[in-house]
């Protein structure tokens, strides 16, 4: 169906570069009529972003339905949609599936009978454009009507356009004449906003668009044709058509099959009742009948205009059943209709947080309070995001005055126990999710509950939790899936295992169960079972999914076939919807069969459109220099220069700027990396590159082998955003950095805070610690990519990390004692642990040593240091470990209050050239210096100790092995220059490398 008659191939009148016209507005004429000029190229000459959303009510016979449909194909404006709301039926939508075109989007009400309004009205709700053209299906339409009409309203910066007159025909007497002048429903383009809802009777939308607008009256009444009304009065105005104007509406309109398609009789109409009240909306509302309520409100609004909340009740009932970004649409246009009213912002929060922007959705909160300060949705959302944010002692206040303000808030009693689980404070909150479960009923209480007492040790209590749950509330795979959490939260994947066979039919049909069963038995060594199920499914389009079918290909040694999966999803497309170890995957393959070339470009051509893109687009970038300099190695090519800040995705950072919260002074981005250069700059022999640079990783090993080599005292820090929380910040942030401290804590030592005095005791102990190391690790570009790309987060974790790399480029003032760094130190990269150990480097550095100390809060560190590195291990001096971790050893013993000062005391006792490894968080960096100050060589292990122990806490590099391997121990062995230039590190003889698992 092309809605073209028998004529030209050309879809042009000859007449179609010009057409009279007259502008009106609120006021009167604009001006005397005129002539408007189009031009013969007219589809180009307006940008392409102007998309027209034609709304088609289908309630009449199919085939007047179809020929209005082939009419909206037959446009030769190319930015388009088509929104039929079909309320006859099921007859149309077989032909819109046969026809596949995505332009046409096909909407059943949930009833029918409804008014040709509320049809309307549902319509445009669903629509994505900016702009909104009636496309009835009892008319004909030119397929030059959307494009002239369209460039008429852009020439004159009108909102609405009309045909002045339209065609009418006479199917008897096959005459074809026009309308007497009159603005006519039908023939309506404008702006969404201008399309009031409702309307009043034939023409009432066009009407009150003519009314309060600026509006462009078309004179081309061969753009639509319709049927010609009977009657005397009907005919009175009207005037018979140019015969050249007659012959081409003859020649393009298919009329013959118009007249056969009326002459079909009309499906029964359906009694349809619909009260227009606000309290008849709420109800439908409160009985989940959502269209019901769409229409109700859509009937206050069109009789009195409708109040704020009149128009975000029908928004609100419109997200239950219409397209999220059309949602989205409705809340910015009531945030502009209405400038001084909460309502629009708030709805348009609400969406930004439905989509995953949660930067946009703070400063859409942000703006509701503005506009009214105790606008009580907009402070509820404001505290949950920042509970969602890791803000829980800021939040946490906020909302206790809010549950007093609206105690049946249930939404408030679960942020108040998400609160408690992020201070880790595991008691109260209990007693919180056990309060939402008997005061609200809250679905997600049960599994938190279950968490709460299983990191409590209550692991019986917890099982019974969920077998206790009503299956009215917990269908099965809800509760194998909970099982499932619990059992990985617990670390007994034998568990995991049993739930999800315990009914495989169920499993491999349940999406989400069937990822945990391909993820159980690749982690069981059962990888051939998790590829054939992969397999069978398909990779599919969600990333989770992705994520684990592709590590099951890998661990059944089909990477081939992994590898094509992974090269199929180098789009940007599929790129921007990926996950960030996905990602990092699919350069990583892109890299090796197409070049780094390729990898940078797929990466670049990434939009950043949100918070969580440009922060993987960042790290990938880095992560991608490093898997170059380690493929550099393994291939026997030279190591690839420094990162440039050239590439598209760097550069993307500078648009970040806008997304920074207010509270942070200046640019935190410009600071860091002013602050790292003047650190590069500064410091001789910079080694901040040890992730991407084996040079530089084998000169911090070589340092510290040779220290082991000579018996030379060494303390060797690593300094990170937690470090950072303890020395002093930079002008205007310093009033943060109590706070910031109080929500480290929570991750150091659970609900025990220390006074101003213990914490000022710390910092001062901290910066003599820094003072007297001989090697430190700073925060790298690297790592503030991680932190600053999520700037609605950028809380304790980024000023904690500004205030190191700032510390060495003076920009924050020097703690009591004065300067931290000094010229004799060497400065490295704060993640130089994990860098040696995905390069492979503590093997020939521990290997050799034969025995040494630990510090540590893991008992089965001393057994895999022997198990690792044959290293006997002579003495372990225990502290708790970190509580967001592991439960403490000794139940209410704090780290600093009760160990602290015993551990410095033992560690007095260390002998001269004595080897320890530190893995005690902020205060391992002072029993490094205290091991250094009798004689001893302190290295700060950090979580590649938990690593080694086989439990994973830090994010770390996916080609970390935490081992040494064959195929670098090969790339060594063909580096002679590598290997002679370090000769502290070789291995000590007859080491044997372990082999990978």
Same mark, same amino acid.
């Given at each position: 169906?092309?809605?073209?008659?028998?004529?030209?191939?050309?879809?042009?009148?000859?007449?179609?570069?010009?057409?009279?016209?007259?502008?009106?507005?609120?006021?009167?004429?604009?001006?005397?009529?005129?002539?408007?000029?189009?031009?013969?190229?007219?589809?180009?000459?307006?940008?392409?972003?102007?998309?027209?959303?034609?709304?088609?009510?289908?309630?009449?016979?199919?085939?007047?339905?179809?020929?209005?449909?082939?009419?909206?194909?037959?446009?030769?404006?190319?930015?388009?949609?088509?929104?039929?709301?079909?309320?006859?039926?099921?007859?149309?939508?077989?032909?819109?599936?046969?026809?596949?075109?995505?332009?046409?989007?096909?909407?059943?009400?949930?009833?029918?009978?409804?008014?040709?309004?509320?049809?309307?009205?549902?319509?445009?709700?669903?629509?994505?454009?900016?702009?909104?053209?009636?496309?009835?299906?009892?008319?004909? $339409?030119?397929? !030059?009507?959307?494009? /002239?009409?369209?460039? &008429?309203? #852009?020439? =004159?910066? *009108?909102? %609405?356009?009309?045909? +002045?007159?339209?065609?009418?025909?006479?199917?008897?007497?096959?005459?074809?004449?026009?309308?007497?002048?009159?603005?006519?429903?039908?023939?309506?383009?404008?702006?969404?906003?201008?399309?009031?809802?409702?309307?009043?009777?034939?023409?009432?939308?066009?009407?009150?668009?003519?009314?309060?607008?600026?509006?462009? $009256?078309?004179? !081309?009444?061969?753009? /639509?044709?319709?049927? &010609?009304? #009977?009657? =005397?009065? *009907?005919? %009175?105005?009207?005037? +018979?058509?140019?015969?050249?104007?007659?012959?081409?509406?003859?020649?393009?309109?298919?009329?013959?099959?118009?007249?056969?398609?009326?002459?079909?009789?009309?499906?029964?109409?359906?009694?349809?009742?619909?009260?227009?009240?606000?309290?008849?909306?709420?109800?439908?509302?409160?009985?989940?009948?959502?269209?019901?309520?769409?229409?109700?409100?859509?009937?206050?609004?069109?009789?009195?205009?409708?109040?704020?909340?009149?128009? %975000?009740?029908?928004? +609100?009932?419109?997200?239950?059943?219409?397209?999220?970004?059309?949602?989205?649409?409705?809340?910015?246009?009531?945030?502009?209709?209405?400038?001084?009213?909460?309502?629009?912002?708030?709805?348009?929060?609400?969406?930004?947080?439905?989509?995953?922007?949660?930067?946009?959705?703070?400063?859409?909160?942000?703006?509701?309070?503005?506009?009214?300060?105790?606008?009580?949705?907009?402070?509820?959302?404001?505290?949950?995001?920042?509970?969602?944010?890791?803000?829980?002692?800021?939040?946490?206040?906020?909302?206790?005055?809010?549950?007093?303000?609206?105690?049946?808030?249930?939404?408030?009693?679960?942020?108040?126990?998400?609160?408690?689980?992020?201070?880790?404070?595991?008691?109260?909150?209990?007693?919180?999710?056990?309060?939402?479960?008997?005061?609200?009923?809250?679905?997600?209480?049960?599994?938190?509950?279950?968490?709460?007492?299983?990191?409590?040790?209550?692991?019986?209590?917890?099982?019974?939790?969920?077998?206790?749950?009503?299956?009215?509330?917990?269908?099965?795979?809800?509760?194998?899936?909970?099982?499932?959490?619990?059992?990985?939260?617990?670390?007994?994947?034998?568990?995991?295992?049993?739930?999800?066979?315990?009914?495989?039919?169920?499993?491999?049909?349940?999406?989400?169960?069937?990822?945990?069963?391909?993820?159980?038995?690749?982690?069981?060594?059962?990888?051939?079972?998790?590829?054939?199920?992969?397999?069978?499914?398909?990779?599919?389009?969600?990333?989770?999914?992705?994520?684990?079918?592709?590590?099951?290909?890998?661990?059944?040694?089909?990477?081939?076939?992994?590898?094509?999966?992974?090269?199929?999803?180098?789009?940007?497309?599929?790129?921007?919807?990926?996950?960030?170890?996905?990602?990092?995957?699919?350069?990583?393959?892109?890299?090796?069969?197409?070049?780094?070339?390729?990898?940078?470009?797929?990466?670049?051509?990434?939009?950043?459109?949100?918070?969580?893109?440009?922060?993987?687009?960042?790290?990938?970038?880095?992560?991608?220099?490093?898997?170059?300099?380690?493929?550099?190695?393994?291939?026997?090519?030279?190591?690839?220069?420094?990162?440039?800040?050239?590439?598209?995705?760097?550069?993307?950072?500078?648009?970040?700027?806008?997304?920074?919260?207010?509270?942070?002074?200046?640019?935190?981005?410009?600071?860091?990396?002013?602050?790292?250069?003047?650190?590069?700059?500064?410091?001789?022999?910079?080694?901040?590159?040890?992730?991407?640079?084996?040079?530089?990783?084998?000169?911090?090993?070589?340092?510290?082998?040779?220290?082991?080599?000579?018996?030379?005292?060494?303390?060797?820090?690593?300094?990170?955003?937690?470090?950072?929380?303890?020395?002093?910040?930079?002008?205007?942030?310093?009033?943060?950095?109590?706070?910031?401290?109080?929500?480290?804590?929570?991750?150091?030592?659970?609900?025990?805070?220390?006074?101003?005095?213990?914490?000022?005791?710390?910092?001062?102990?901290?910066?003599?610690?820094?003072?007297?190391?001989?090697?430190?690790?700073?925060?790298?570009?690297?790592?503030?990519?991680?932190?600053?790309?999520?700037?609605?987060?950028?809380?304790?974790?980024?000023?904690?990390?500004?205030?190191?790399?700032?510390?060495?480029?003076?920009?924050?003032?020097?703690?009591?004692?004065?300067?931290?760094?000094?010229?004799?130190?060497?400065?490295?990269?704060?993640?130089?642990?994990?860098?040696?150990?995905?390069?492979?480097?503590?093997?020939?550095?521990?290997?050799?040593?034969?025995?040494?100390?630990?510090?540590?809060?893991?008992?089965?560190?001393?057994?895999?240091?022997?198990?690792?590195?044959?290293?006997?291990?002579?003495?372990?001096?225990?502290?708790?470990?970190?509580?967001?971790?592991?439960?403490?050893?000794?139940?209410?013993?704090?780290?600093?209050?009760?160990?602290?000062?015993?551990?410095?005391?033992?560690?007095?006792?260390?002998?001269?050239?004595?080897?320890?490894?530190?893995?005690?968080?902020?205060?391992?960096?002072?029993?490094?210096?205290?091991?250094?100050?009798?004689?001893?060589?302190?290295?700060?292990?950090?979580?590649?100790?938990?690593?080694?122990?086989?439990?994973?806490?830090?994010?770390?590099?996916?080609?970390?092995?935490?081992?040494?391997?064959?195929?670098?121990?090969?790339?060594?062995?063909?580096?002679?220059?590598?290997?002679?230039?370090?000769?502290?590190?070789?291995?000590?003889?007859?080491?044997?490398?372990?082999?990978?698992?």
């Amino acid at each position: 169906m092309t809605g073209a008659g028998t004529g030209p191939a050309d879809p042009r009148h000859a007449f179609a570069d010009r057409a009279p016209a007259r502008v009106t507005t609120a006021l009167g004429p604009a001006g005397p009529p005129m002539m408007l000029r189009f031009g013969r190229d007219l589809s180009n000459a307006i940008e392409a972003d102007h998309r027209i959303s034609c709304i088609l009510v289908a309630r009449g016979s199919r085939s007047l339905a179809r020929l209005a449909i082939g009419a909206f194909q037959a446009q030769t404006w190319p930015h388009r949609e088509l929104v039929i709301v079909d309320d006859g039926d099921e007859g149309l939508a077989g032909h819109i599936e046969d026809l596949a075109d995505r332009r046409i989007h096909l909407v059943r009400p949930g009833r029918r009978g409804r008014p040709s309004d509320a049809l309307l009205e549902r319509g445009i709700a669903e629509a994505l454009g900016p702009f909104i053209c009636r496309w009835d299906e009892d008319c004909l $339409h030119d397929p !030059l009507r959307l494009e /002239l009409q369209f460039r &008429a309203l #852009a020439m =004159q910066r *009108a909102t %609405a356009c009309v045909l +002045a007159r339209r065609g009418e025909w006479e199917p008897d007497s096959d005459r074809l004449m026009v309308s007497a002048p009159q603005p006519l429903d039908p023939s309506l383009l404008c702006r969404r906003s201008a399309m009031a809802p409702g309307g009043d009777g034939p023409g009432g939308a066009a009407r009150a668009a003519v009314s309060q607008h600026r509006v462009v $009256h078309l004179d !081309l009444p061969q753009m /639509l044709l319709a049927i &010609a009304p #009977a009657g =005397q009065d *009907a005919r %009175a105005g009207r005037s +018979a058509l140019t015969p050249d104007v007659a012959g081409s509406m003859r020649c393009r309109l298919p009329l013959a099959a118009f007249a056969a398609a009326l002459r079909e009789p009309l499906p029964a109409p359906s009694a349809a009742s619909i009260e227009g009240s606000a309290a008849t909306a709420v109800q439908a509302m409160r009985e989940g009948r959502f269209e019901d309520a769409f229409d109700s409100w859509s009937l206050v609004i069109g009789r009195d205009g409708g109040s704020p909340a009149d128009h %975000a009740g029908r928004i +609100a009932a419109q997200s239950r059943f219409c397209r999220p970004q059309a949602t989205h649409a409705s809340w910015r246009d009531l945030a502009d209709r209405f400038p001084t009213a909460p309502e629009g912002p708030y709805g348009l929060g609400r969406s930004h947080l439905a989509a995953g922007r949660d930067g946009a959705a703070r400063r859409a909160f942000e703006m509701a309070l503005a506009r009214a300060a105790d606008h009580l949705p907009s402070r509820i959302e404001l505290a949950i995001l920042r509970v969602d944010q890791g803000q829980d002692l800021q939040a946490e206040d906020e909302l206790l005055r809010l549950a007093a303000l609206a105690p049946a808030e249930p939404r408030i009693a679960r942020a108040l126990a998400i609160a408690a689980m992020g201070r880790l404070d595991w008691p109260l909150a209990l007693q919180r999710w056990q309060k939402a479960w008997d005061d609200f009923g809250a679905p997600s209480a049960p599994q938190r509950i279950a968490v709460c007492l299983a990191t409590m040790g209550r692991t019986d209590e917890a099982w019974a939790v969920i077998e206790g749950v009503p299956g009215a509330i917990w269908d099965k795979p809800t509760r194998i899936r909970i099982k499932c959490r619990i059992g990985r939260l617990l670390h007994d994947f034998g568990a995991v295992l049993a739930a999800l066979e315990a009914d495989l039919e169920l499993a491999t049909a349940d999406d989400e169960l069937r990822d945990m069963l391909i993820e159980a038995w690749t982690n069981a060594r059962r990888a051939d079972q998790a590829a054939d199920l992969a397999a069978r499914f398909g990779i599919g389009r969600d990333p989770r999914h992705q994520e684990r079918a592709i590590q099951a290909l890998i661990a059944a040694d089909r990477s081939a076939e992994a590898d094509r999966h992974l090269l199929a999803l180098a789009t940007p497309a599929a790129l921007h919807r990926t996950s960030p170890r996905l990602l990092r995957r699919i350069l990583a393959v892109q890299r090796r069969h197409e070049g780094p070339t390729a990898a940078r470009r797929a990466l670049d051509a990434i939009v950043s459109s949100d918070d969580v893109t440009r922060t993987m687009r960042l790290s990938a970038l880095f992560e991608g220099e490093f898997e170059e300099s380690r493929a550099a190695l393994e291939e026997g090519r030279p190591l690839p220069p420094a990162l440039s800040r050239d590439s598209a995705t760097f550069a993307s950072a500078s648009a970040w700027r806008a997304e920074i919260p207010r509270s942070w002074p200046g640019d935190p981005l410009r600071r860091a990396w002013d602050a790292l250069r003047i650190v590069r700059h500064r410091s001789a022999g910079c080694l901040l590159d040890v992730s991407t640079n084996l040079a530089q990783a084998m000169t911090v090993a070589d340092r510290i082998a040779r220290a082991i080599a000579t018996g030379q005292p060494l303390s060797v820090v690593r300094l990170g955003d937690g470090e950072g929380n303890f020395l002093p910040y930079a002008d205007g942030e310093e009033p943060q950095r109590r706070l910031d401290q109080a929500n480290i804590q929570q991750l150091w030592w659970g609900r025990h805070r220390l006074g101003e005095d213990d914490l000022g005791a710390i910092e001062q102990a901290l910066a003599a610690a820094v003072r007297v190391a001989d090697i430190v690790g700073i925060p790298d570009e690297y790592r503030l990519a991680l932190a600053l790309g999520r700037p609605e987060a950028a809380s304790g974790e980024a000023r904690g990390l500004l205030a190191v790399v700032e510390q060495f480029a003076g920009y924050a003032p020097a703690p009591t004692g004065g300067a931290l760094f000094g010229p004799r130190q060497i400065i490295t990269g704060s993640n130089f642990n994990n860098a040696l150990a995905a390069w492979g480097l503590w093997e020939p550095l521990l290997g050799r040593i034969g025995a040494c100390a630990v510090v540590t809060g893991r008992p089965d560190l001393a057994a895999a240091l022997t198990t690792r590195f044959g290293l006997r291990v002579e003495r372990t001096f225990a502290v708790p470990p970190e509580a967001k971790y592991l439960p403490p050893s000794t139940p209410g013993q704090h780290h600093y209050r009760d160990v602290y000062a015993r551990t410095l005391e033992a560690l007095a006792t260390v002998r001269p050239g004595q080897v320890v490894l530190v893995a005690a968080g902020i205060l391992g960096k002072i029993y490094c210096a205290r091991i250094r100050e009798a004689g001893g060589i302190a290295i700060d292990v950090g979580s590649v100790a938990d690593g080694w122990c086989g439990h994973v806490t830090r994010r770390i590099d996916e080609s970390a092995t935490y081992g040494w391997t064959e195929d670098l121990a090969a790339a060594f062995a063909r580096r002679p220059d590598l290997d002679a230039a370090f000769p502290a590190l070789r291995p000590a003889t007859g080491y044997q490398p372990a082999r990978r698992t």
